[in-house]
């Protein structure tokens, strides 16, 4: 969904988390390597357009159909790993190249690991020991080396990325004549 507002001397333009970038983009507005690359004249070279690209991450189960159960799971909604968005040709028409770049700061696994040993620590209380069991990862993954495999393997995503084109108004100085700005 986009929407524009318009001001005095400016016109706020938001397409999405990932139509944002590619928009400013192909408008002149991002990263000159990239620009560059697909023939896109840069005014100016804000290379901040398009990254910081985040997710928020979760891990834990997913109920099965038919049983009745309690599911606990972990989620880490302010990642420090983040991805980017990059036009992949000057054709407004084409999808944008969009790298998730999921667990690349060992911080997300870290606290993805704590939440899980506190989420066991939880289930272990005298008011929840008895009714809730552990099947995820299973009672038996208890190293920080197994930890983070089953983190690896099982990470999951809630559709809610963010981040693309949050640079402050005074990123913009350099953009004369720009008709858009990222709001």
């Known amino acids: 969904m986009a929407s524009c507002t318009l001001g005095r001397n400016f016109c706020c333009v938001q397409a999405s988390t990932f139509k944002t970038p590619q928009l400013l983009k ?37 109920p099965e159909a038919g049983k009745s159960y309690c599911t606990v799971f972990t989620a ?3 990642p420090f790993s983040s991805g980017t968005v990059h036009i992949a040709s000057s054709d407004p028409l084409s999808a944008p190249n969009i790298d998730y770049n999921v667990l690349d700061n060992q ?10 040993e506190f989420a066991r620590r939880l289930v272990a209380t005298d008011s929840l020991h008895g009714i809730i069991n552990e099947i995820v990862p ?9 930890l983070e495999d089953f983190i690896r393997k099982t990470i999951g995503l809630v559709f809610h990325p963010i981040g693309t084109a949050t640079a402050p108004r005074r990123c913009f100085r350099g953009a004369k004549g720009a008709s858009s700005i990222p709001c």
Do not use: M, Q, W, Y
């Open 26 to 62: 192909l408008s002149g507005v991002g990263d000159k390597k990239v620009l560059d690359a697909h023939g896109v004249p840069v005014k100016p070279d804000l290379p901040g357009v398009g990254a910081n690209f985040r997710f928020i991450l979760t891990v834990g189960s997913a």
């Open 76 to 78: 880490l909604t302010h």
């Open 107 to 116: 911080i997300d696994i870290d606290v993805l690991t704590h939440g899980i």
């Open 138 to 146: 299973g009672p038996t993954v208890r190293s920080k080396a197994e």
